[in-house]
């Protein structure tokens, strides 16, 4: 029982994405480009690390490069039964879930970035880490304070993130000392996220979100805000828009995805924050962690997962009953909806070289981004597919 999980802001890095350059799954970058208006590949690939702290441009850039990983991860037939995400992440989960869709999911992070960036800009806040408190003496070290702080996440056992006013920040960290916390760490951002001070956020992204087509997830997914699954895709109206203003509740997340039986949880994206968190609090049950940041990881994780951990393919007719993909398997998939004319009649067997034309989905071509032996075509000649649809199946 797999878990995707996606990292939030923070997890950004300088020239994150220059392992993916080359990889068939960075065509999303130029589409996000194309539909948030800003230059994508800059922010993935030359951004300093004083740019892509900035709240617009690091959400934009972790949400895409969370994505590139993803499409990378669904080529090979990786399929989870539960999605989420840590804040931003969520973004990111509803996205892989099919709730929103990709071009709306670039459009309300667009939104969202300049939405915290402006309130943040607006109301002076910066965050905390508290380590080695409980919970409750955390919550009483911000309740004793006399000015602006708040619980903003539940991270992990004896790891929570404080917000608030500077001044406020500063005090509470001495009351938590006095009631034994072990360190305190300052996190390097422009704002108090997760508290009422997003609340000016809270109600431009709500507007956004208004415009926007919330569809059932195919998948559970995670809410930060109550860390329960919902399965109704208009319950995330709500809980989208009152996600900046409450904490995330990441701890309670992990909990609920173990007991409702994932045995493996994968983080997509740029670095491995939440992997991390996961093999903190789920400490001695069984389950596995793993992090896939780059085209290496995602061999590394079919490695990981077979053979004895067989995934089901997939098809766009749903999962084939007695078919597997091992860690020697790749699907090739579809870069565009359409109707897919194979190149040639393909034999099973026969090698198909690393960028060989497979088809013609009008006039976007095809082509495997691997080489290996053809197991089966899995769209037919004239068949309608849909972006990211498995259209054939190689043995590497």
């Known amino acids: 029982m797999i878990a995707f999980?996606?990292?939030?802001?923070?997890?950004?890095?300088?020239?994150?994405?220059?392992?993916?350059?080359?990889?068939?799954?960075?065509?999303?970058?130029?589409?996000?480009?194309?539909?948030?208006?800003?230059?994508?590949?800059?922010?993935?690939?030359?951004?300093?690390?004083?740019?892509?702290?900035?709240?617009?441009?690091?959400?934009?850039?972790?949400?895409i490069m969370s994505m590139v990983v993803l499409d990378a991860v669904e080529r090979t037939g990786v399929e989870p039964a539960f999605h989420a995400g840590h804040s931003l992440g969520e973004y990111s989960a509803l996205t892989a879930a099919g709730a929103i869709s990709f071009e709306d999911g670039v459009r309300l992070v667009t939104e969202r970035g300049n939405a915290m960036q402006a309130a943040a800009d607006a109301e002076e806040g910066t965050m905390a880490v508290v380590l080695g408190l409980d919970d409750d003496k955390v919550e009483v070290a911000c309740t004793r304070t006399d000015g602006d702080v708040w619980v903003a996440n539940y991270n992990a056992p004896g790891q929570l993130v404080i917000a608030g006013e500077p001044n406020a920040i500063t005090a509470a960290a001495a009351n938590a000392k006095e009631l034994g916390a072990k360190r305190i760490m300052s996190i390097p951002v422009g704002g108090a996220f997760h508290t009422p001070f997003m609340s000016q956020a809270r109600d431009r992204l709500r507007k956004a979100i208004a415009d926007t087509e919330l569809r059932n997830p195919n998948r559970p997914v995670y809410a930060n805000v109550d860390g329960l699954p919902h399965p109704d895709g208009d319950d995330w109206s709500a809980l989208m828009g009152a996600q900046l203003t409450s904490p995330v509740r990441w701890r309670h997340t992990l909990h609920n995805l173990h007991e409702a039986g994932s045995t493996v949880l994968i983080e997509l994206g740029c670095g491995s924050t939440l992997t991390a968190m996961a093999k903190r609090t789920l400490k001695g049950t069984g389950v596995a962690t793993i992090s896939v940041q780059s085209p290496a990881d995602v061999d590394g994780l079919l490695e990981t997962l077979s053979p004895s951990a067989a995934v089901t393919l997939v098809t766009g007719n749903g999962p084939q009953e007695g078919e597997f993909l091992y860690a020697s398997e790749r699907l090739i998939v579809s870069p565009a909806t359409g109707v897919f004319e194979p190149a040639d009649e393909f034999e099973i067997g026969q090698i198909v070289g690393n960028g060989q034309l497979i088809g013609q989905i009008g006039s976007v071509e095809v082509r495997s981004p691997f080489e290996g032996s053809l197991q089966g075509m899995l769209a037919l000649s004239g068949e309608r597919v849909t972006t990211s649809q498995p259209v054939a199946w190689l043995r590497v």
């Open 5 to 63: 999980t996606f990292p939030g802001q923070g997890s950004q890095k300088p020239q994150m994405g220059s392992v993916w350059k080359s990889h068939p799954s960075w065509e999303l970058v130029k589409e996000a480009s194309d539909l948030s208006g800003r230059d994508v590949e800059h922010l993935l690939l030359e951004a300093d690390t004083e740019v892509l702290t900035e709240t617009r441009n690091s959400q934009l850039a972790t949400f």
